[in-house]
């Protein structure tokens, strides 16, 4: 199947620092993204669709000044948490649909996961 | 939007029994039912999927079935092993394009006893 990369698995911060996340498609071209939030022991909240060459769609409630996303080539999106407080603490998994090649459309595949600790 | 409920959301078994997670939708217009499997601290894996033309699809010792009638799918895992123990979700495909969004389910902890 294909294969989704995000960087850093781990990253720990001071409250009001940044931290930017990769997610990166290595076998196959994703014109869109997705950017998911998830809580302990809860199930995965979509934070916003990534869109290559454009601006991200960001889901209600979620600052897009908070989590700066870019899509700058077909391969690769950031989602960049600014400013980080505590409150930001979570686990973050990025998502990619396979399009065209050996691998099947609609077929989401998803990262490892970035878990962010801030203190 | 969409609302996808998932039951139950812990499951025990012993091994070598079977496991049914079954999850409700609400959007007729969904047609693509993923399931994932998610080990603690990584991201979800897709373990098994159906579209809407289909009712039924097996892989192994994992099937999924839908009814699209009543708006439900189900996940059944026969003859489970320790290493079946994960967190499952169900999901659903909103958006009606290729590259519509996932709506997840609650989440089902199973755990399957040695």
């Known amino acids: 199947g294909a294969v989704v990369s995000q960087h850093p698995s781990w990253v720990i911060c001071k409250s009001g620092t940044s931290v930017k996340i990769e997610c990166r498609s290595l076998?196959?071209?994703?014109?869109?993204m997705f950017w998911y939030r998830q809580f302990p022991k809860q199930s995965l909240m979509l934070m916003a669709t990534s869109n290559e060459g454009s601006k991200a769609t960001y889901e209600q409630g979620v600052e897009k000044d908070k989590f700066l996303i870019n899509h700058a080539s077909l391969t690769l999106s950031t989602l960049t948490v600014t400013s980080a407080h505590p409150e930001d603490s979570s686990f973050y998994i990025c998502?990619?649909?396979?399009?065209?090649?050996?691998?099947?459309?609609?077929?989401?595949?998803f990262g490892a996961g970035t878990r962010l600790s801030v203190l | 939007g969409e609302n996808v409920e998932q039951h139950p959301s812990t499951l025990s078994v012993q091994e070598g029994d079977s496991a049914v997670i079954k999850c409700t939708y609400s959007?007729?217009?969904?047609?693509?039912f993923p399931w994932y499997k998610q080990e603690l601290g990584k991201g979800p894996q897709l373990i098994i999927d159906i579209r809407s033309n289909v009712g039924e699809k097996k892989d192994q010792r994992i099937a999924v079935t839908l009814n699209k009638t009543a708006k439900h799918f189900s996940l059944h895992i026969t003859e489970t092993q320790p290493e079946d123990s994960a967190v499952y979700f169900c999901?659903?495909?909103?958006?009606?394009?290729?590259?519509?969004?996932?709506?997840f389910g609650q989440g089902t902890i199973l755990t399957v006893h040695p």
């Open positions: 998502s990619a649909p396979a399009f065209g090649g050996l691998v099947a459309k609609n077929i989401q595949y």
């Open positions: 999901a659903v495909l909103t958006g009606g394009t290729s590259y519509g969004k996932l709506t």
């Open positions: 959007d007729s217009a969904s047609n693509y």
């Open positions: 076998d196959f071209q994703a014109t869109t």
